[in-house]
């Protein structure tokens, strides 16, 4: 089986929680508490919010909060007082407190624009996008060119897929503070998610060169430089991101699946070793390691390990469908049909299936009888296909390949395989001649079929099996021509 390339393992690159935005302002001290109260106990109050106040610079947020919290209940009820309040919840992860504090305090102070940038990167945090947008254009519309704001407003664009807002908030926020490393950020996810992988590159290098010592750039350079295809760069970002960061096992995985994919299965091994050490409990990090490894094993030939990898990776996570889909395609080479359709099956309604998958699932479907299934994946192959010659490729293998009169089109695998064979760089393509004799064949033209599967033959190994199958299909379809005389 053909090793699949693996996919760099992606730390949730989460900087800043406490920015510019989120930090006590020196401006905005701890307030007396107001109203008609006892001095001594006004006094109790003002002491509480200031300790609260120096716990969270000291960088104490389990501190802070039990001291604001006793302060609240106390009856300390201005703005600061919520605000800090959910400044140190928002610390501790605690976003449901933190956005109650953070809207008491925009309730008694609404034109705050600094309280309401936290509550935004709070909503934004719990997973509400649409509602912490509609907070930062509250504050837009009163702060218009504050970069905070703009580069908090890009992250939450990107997660809402809207590559345009977040383009023109990020973009805004480097006018106003060039060095504003969150913008370099956005705008490398930004690139990444685009496709271009070099812009995504210079902006992680912009970010690296204003805050050297942050790992998850790092990291996230490491990445970009994966998706061009240079891992031997990609392992010095990943090896410099754990060593800032020794005890994350994400940075760990990083360099194990980089030296995996250069060849160097050993120190690979160690280093997924090193990353397991680190995560004692099961989990979906912890399965994403083991699923990582579990590629390392097969391309090493070792089956039962690699099986052994996906399944306790799965155990971590049920809902992990690379390691569904890779169990999948491992338990189909080995003849194993019912846990191939399983786990294919669980990675297809888990939204996660690649075209190679995809194509042997559908053949598995109709092989069993189940044309449905296999109509499915067939309209996801040909869904694909516009923007990618691999799905392309393999809808033509499919059409080819099967034999249900429904799915069985080889004159359309034809003209989608002659217009692979036309793109820049694809004329030699072994694969593509080998797939193009077949349907040419399939449609009776076996002169013109001797012409393709001699240009695969060309560019095949000789012994290798997919030259003897070649070699065989070409002395049968020569048969064929002179035995009726027809060119």
């Given at each position: ?360 699932l559908a053949l598995l479907a109709e092989a069993q009888g189940d ?117």
């Open positions: 089986m053909t090793p699949r390339p693996d996919r760099p393992f992606l730390p949730v690159l989460l900087a800043g929680i406490l920015a510019a935005c989120a930090a006590p302002s020196p401006a905005r001290p701890p307030a007396a508490p107001a109203g008609e109260r006892d001095p001594a106990a006004d006094a109790d109050l003002l002491e509480l919010l200031t300790a609260g106040a120096a716990a969270l610079a000291a960088d104490d947020p389990a501190l802070a909060a039990l001291l604001l919290d006793r302060a609240v209940d106390a009856g300390a009820d201005d703005a600061t007082a919520h605000f800090l309040r959910g400044v140190a919840h928002l610390h501790l992860g605690e976003l449901d407190v933190a956005c109650a504090a953070l809207r008491e305090a925009l309730a008694r102070d609404p034109g705050d624009v600094a309280t309401r940038c936290v509550l935004a990167r709070a909503l934004h945090l719990a997973g509400e996008p649409q509602a912490a947008l509609a907070e930062l254009e509250v504050a837009l519309a009163a702060a218009p060119d504050d970069a905070r704001l703009h580069t908090l407003a890009g992250h939450v664009a990107l997660d809402l897929r809207d590559g345009d807002a977040a383009l023109e908030h990020l973009t805004r926020a480097l006018q106003s503070d060039p060095d504003d490393v969150d913008a370099h950020r956005g705008l490398a996810l930004l690139f990444a998610d685009a496709g271009d992988a070099p812009g995504s590159e210079l902006a992680w290098r912009e970010a690296l060169r204003r805050q050297p010592g942050d790992p998850l750039l790092h990291s996230g350079l490491g990445h970009a430089l994966r998706d061009q295809a240079r891992d031997e760069e990609a392992l010095a970002a990943y090896r410099a991101a754990r060593d800032l960061a020794p005890d994350d096992p994400v940075h760990h995985a990083n360099v194990a699946s980089t030296l995996a994919a250069l060849g160097h299965l050993a120190p690979a091994r160690e280093a997924f070793a090193q990353a397991l050490a680190r995560l004692p409990q099961p989990g979906p990090r912890r399965g994403y390691v083991l699923y990582g490894l579990g590629l390392l094993l097969e391309s090493g030939g070792d089956v039962e390990g690699a099986r052994e990898a996906f399944e306790d990776a799965l155990s971590d996570d049920p809902a992990l469908a690379p390691a569904h889909q890779a169990l999948g395609l491992l338990c189909l080479d080995a003849g194993d049909a019912a846990c191939a359709r399983a786990h294919l099956e669980a990675s297809l309604g888990l939204g996660e299936l690649t075209a190679e998958a995809a194509l042997r044309l449905p299934l296999a109509q499915q994946c067939a309209g996801l192959l040909e869904q694909a296909a516009p923007a990618s010659a691999d799905a392309a490729f393999r809808l033509a293998h499919l059409l080819v390949e099967a034999l249900h009169p429904t799915l069985h089109d080889p004159a359309s695998a034809l003209v989608i395989l002659r217009e692979l064979l036309a793109r820049p760089g694809r004329d030699a393509d072994v694969a593509l001649w080998s797939l193009t004799a077949r349907a040419l064949a399939d449609l009776g033209a076996y002169a013109e079929a001797l012409q393709a599967v001699d240009r695969a033959l060309a560019g095949q190994q000789p012994g290798d099996p997919a030259w003897r199958r070649d070699r065989d299909r070409r002395g049968e379809w020569l048969a064929r021509v002179e035995g009726d005389g027809r060119p």
